[in-house]
T-cell receptor, first 111, second 114 residues
Framework: TQLLEQSPQFLSIQEGENLTVYCNSSSVFSSLQWYRQEPGEGPVLLVTVVTGGEVKKLKRLTFQFGDARKDSSLHITAAQTGDTGLYLCAGEQGGSEKLVFGKGTKLTVNP | DAGVIQSPRHEVTEMGQEVTLRCKPISGHNSLFWYRQTMMRGLELLIYFNNNVPIDDSGMPEDRFSAKMPNASFSTLKIQPSEPRDSAVYFC????????????FGPGTRLTVL
């Protein structure tokens, strides 16, 4: 059983379109992180959200943490080819340093 | 500044052989994590250390896997004997533990066991 479910698993869109990917769980997390991973590289942290209902913006990317701290979403406005990659969410429970990762959403932005 | 360094980047070996993966964390970081990534299971935490001490090894699949951190600047993950199902990309990450620490990942080692 996957603790964090990400959807969709694959997404292929045209440059300029908007998209939203989701990260859902039945468990509560003290914080949730989003990473982007490019082929042949390790994941790179994009953002950490810690407060229920929190919204953070990073240029064209908007991250939201659910009120109950069980789910999160990532919205990309006017996608660019450089946004192509694997987007991973990861949850931290309690005071542990352990992160539980979802399987990711593989995004392809076509020119 | 140098990021997390892993070696080798690629390893191809035959079933039954011993494999040793190496990691040098970012200088000053006091936590180190070993992950395994596969298509089927995604990114899974195998073990993590804090101040060179193993804190949680519940993700280590079986006794064939072992990890050590003899000092703050070096860690190894050993598989003996290796099996084809161990084929995966193995990542090392490091962080400086505080209330909202960021894990920095290395480039990974792609392991293929034939």
């Amino acid at each position: 059983t996957q603790l964090l479910e990400q959807s969709p698993q694959f997404l292929s869109i045209q440059e300029g379109e908007n998209l939203t990917v989701y990260c859902n769980s039945s468990s509560v997390f003290s914080s949730l992180q989003w990473y982007r991973q490019e082929p042949g590289e390790g994941p790179v942290l994009l953002v950490t959200v810690v407060t229920g209902g929190e919204v953070k913006k990073l240029k064209r990317l908007t991250f939201q943490f659910g009120d109950a701290r069980k789910d999160s979403s990532l919205h990309i406005t006017a996608a660019q080819t450089g946004d192509t990659g694997l987007y991973l969410c990861a949850g931290e429970q309690g005071g542990s340093e352990k992160l539980v990762f979802g399987k990711g959403t593989k995004l392809t932005v076509n020119p | 500044d140098a990021g997390v360094i892993q070696s080798p980047r690629h390893e191809v070996t035959e079933m039954g052989q011993e494999v040793t993966l190496r990691c040098k964390p970012i200088s000053g970081h006091n936590s180190l994590f070993w992950y395994r990534q596969t298509m089927m299971r995604g990114l899974e935490l195998l073990i993590y250390f804090n101040n060179n001490v193993p804190i949680d090894d519940s993700g280590m699949p079986e006794d064939r896997f072992s990890a050590k951190m003899p000092n703050a600047s070096f860690s190894t993950l050993k598989i003996q004997p290796s099996e084809p199902r161990d084929s995966a990309v193995y990542f090392c990450a490091s962080s400086f533990r505080d209330s909202k620490d960021t894990q920095y990942f290395g480039p990974g080692t792609r392991l293929t066991v034939l």
